[in-house]
T-cell receptor, first 110, second 113 residues
């Protein structure tokens, strides 16, 4: 079973920051939070991952709460090309089993 | 560097027919995976292979077999296709470096009549 809870869908205006929440209240101390996205009809694409500290890369920022029970993926300036399903996954790094849930369908509105 | 490639892109089968979906990666990754995705659903793990010569069941292995032919190739076989196996199948591989990333293929769309 997926260990995360995400909203089914969200809307965001183009040019604004998109904040996608994820609850993972049963996360273990050695589990990382990973985010992937899937643009229509394509294979999923890795975005970012983190353990405790906030992380940032060229695509997004990941904010993890101090108790690690929830996190937020931030797309700082959303564009229409960011319309996709976003998956939040918790797993032990290098654990070979990766389980996807249903994700959040993000609609970027022009 | 082609990444993860899958063949065929599309396939139509009749119930009871067999087929093998092929997957190859040229990134020297150890781990490879097969997922299925049904309309409006997330990805479900069918089988995975942590290294050449090893395979393990995922969430939904029934009706499938896999073969890790070598480090590059990981095939998925349907021995007797059923309409419930109509889905999009994705192959993936993982680089377990400092920034672990899973790379996905473009998918195989399978229709079982």
């Amino acid at each position: 079973d997926a260990k995360t809870t995400q909203p089914t869908s969200m809307d965001c205006a183009e040019g604004r920051a998109a904040n996608l929440p994820c609850n993972h209240s049963t996360i273990s101390g050695n589990e990382y939070v990973y985010w992937y996205r899937q643009i229509h009809s394509q294979g999923p694409q890795y975005i970012i991952h983190g353990l405790k500290n906030n992380e940032t890369n060229e695509m997004a920022s990941l904010i993890i709460t101090e108790d690690r029970k929830s996190s937020t993926l931030i797309l700082p300036h959303a564009t229409l090309r960011d319309t996709a399903v976003y998956y939040c996954i918790v797993r032990v790094a290098r654990d070979d089993k990766i389980i996807f849930g249903k994700g959040t369908r993000l609609h970027i509105l022009p | 560097n082609a990444g993860v490639t899958q063949t065929p892109k599309f396939q139509v089968l009749k119930t009871g027919q067999s087929m093998t979906l092929q997957c190859a990666q040229d990134m020297n990754h150890n781990s490879m995976y097969w997922y299925r995705q049904d309309p409006g659903m997330g990805l479900r793990l069918i089988y995975y292979s942590a290294s050449e010569g090893t395979t393990d069941k995922g969430e939904v292995p029934n009706g499938y077999n896999v073969s890790r032919l070598n480090k590059r190739e990981f095939s998925l076989r349907l021995e007797s296709a059923a309409p419930s196996q109509t889905s999009v199948y994705f192959c993936a591989s993982t680089w377990t470096g400092p920034q672990e990333t899973q790379y996905f293929g473009p998918g195989t769309r399978l229709l079982v009549l």
